[in-house]
Nanobody
Framework: QVQLVESGGRLVYPGGSLRLSCVAS????????MTWVRQAPGKGLEWVSS????????YYADSVQGRFTISRDNAKNTLYLELNSLRPEDTAMYYC????????????????RGKGTLVTVSS
């Protein structure tokens, strides 16, 4: 079965950086587009970023464009999200998903996701 295990979240100061990882198993990782979503305390799921199977295209929500970078290593079955210039409003549980979603409007198409990794941005 599909397994997705996120890691890398922690407490970071505003303006800081992190790299999140998601190790995938149970499916042919390199054949699927992948997505990061997040859920802030008390709020719903928010689409963050997606990447095509072969890393040809990457897409970002306006709220993270220019600050976050999605990437993948198909040889390692691993998806990454680099977070830079972090803000308190980036505080959330971050999930990777075996989905290919290009906007918040497509969130009904969200498929399997992991248990998440918590990012807290605070001074």
């Amino acid at each position: 079965q599909v397994q997705l295990v996120e890691s890398g979240g922690r407490l970071v100061y505003p303006g800081g950086s992190l790299r999140l990882s998601c190790v995938a198993s149970g499916f042919s990782f390199g054949d699927f587009g992948m997505t990061w979503v997040r859920q802030a305390p008390g709020k719903g799921l928010e689409w963050v970023s997606s990447i095509t199977a072969g890393s040809i295209g990457s897409y970002y929500a306006d709220s993270v464009q220019g600050r976050f970078t999605i990437s993948r290593d198909n040889a390692k079955n691993t998806l990454y999200l680099e977070l830079n210039s972090l803000r308190p409003e980036d505080t959330a549980m971050y999930y990777c998903s075996k989905s290919y979603i290009l906007s918040q409007d497509e969130m009904s198409n969200l498929r399997e996701r992991g248990k998440g990794t918590l990012v807290t941005v605070s001074s």
